[in-house]
C-alpha cells in the first residue's frame, strides 16, 4: 500500500485548500480512509475519516463545519477540503487508510497501519 498526499501549501486566514491523497497498492473500498495532523512541537491528532464505502464522516470538534472529507473510490482517492482555516490549522496534514479498525477506534491514530508521508499547510494570520 502506497500513500501519496499533496495539496498543501500556503494559504492566508480565512482562506481555503483542498487535499488529496491516492492510494494505490489494492483496492481501498473496504477501507477506512483518514485524514490527521501533527502541528510543530505537538502529538499529530485525528483530523476527519470516510468510513470504507459507506460514506459516514467523522471530524473533530476542531474542524467539524469548516472540513470536508471526501473520497472517492473508482480513484482511489480520499480529498480534505478546509475552508476558513485559521492560523491554528498549520500543520502536516498525513492521510491513512486501514481495513481492519473498528468503529470505535476510528480516531485513533494506532488503528492505522498505513500512512503517507504528509503535505504541509500553513496558515498565516
Known amino acids: 500500500v502506497q500513500l501519496q498526499a499533496s495539496g498543501g501549501g500556503l494559504v492566508q486566514a480565512g482562506g481555503s485548500l483542498k487535499l488529496s491523497c491516492v492510494a494505490s497498492?489494492?483496492?481501498?473500498?473496504?477501507?477506512?480512509m483518514a485524514w490527521f495532523r501533527q502541528a510543530p512541537g505537538k502529538e499529530r491528532e485525528f483530523v476527519a475519516a470516510?468510513?470504507?464505502?459507506?460514506?459516514?464522516?467523522f471530524y473533530s470538534d476542531s474542524v467539524k463545519g469548516r472540513f470536508t472529507i471526501s473520497r472517492d473510490n473508482a480513484k482511489n482517492t480520499v480529498y480534505l477540503q478546509m475552508n476558513s482555516l485559521k492560523p491554528e490549522d498549520t500543520a502536516v496534514y498525513y492521510c491513512?487508510?486501514?481495513?481492519?479498525?473498528?468503529?470505535?477506534?476510528?480516531?485513533?491514530?494506532?488503528?492505522?497501519?498505513?500512512w503517507g508521508r504528509g503535505t504541509l499547510v500553513t496558515v498565516s494570520s
Open positions: 491513512a487508510v486501514d481495513r481492519s479498525l473498528i468503529y470505535s477506534s476510528i480516531r485513533d491514530m494506532k488503528s492505522y497501519n498505513y
Open positions: 470516510a468510513w470504507r464505502s459507506s460514506g459516514n464522516t
Open positions: 497498492g489494492r483496492t481501498f473500498t473496504s477501507y477506512t
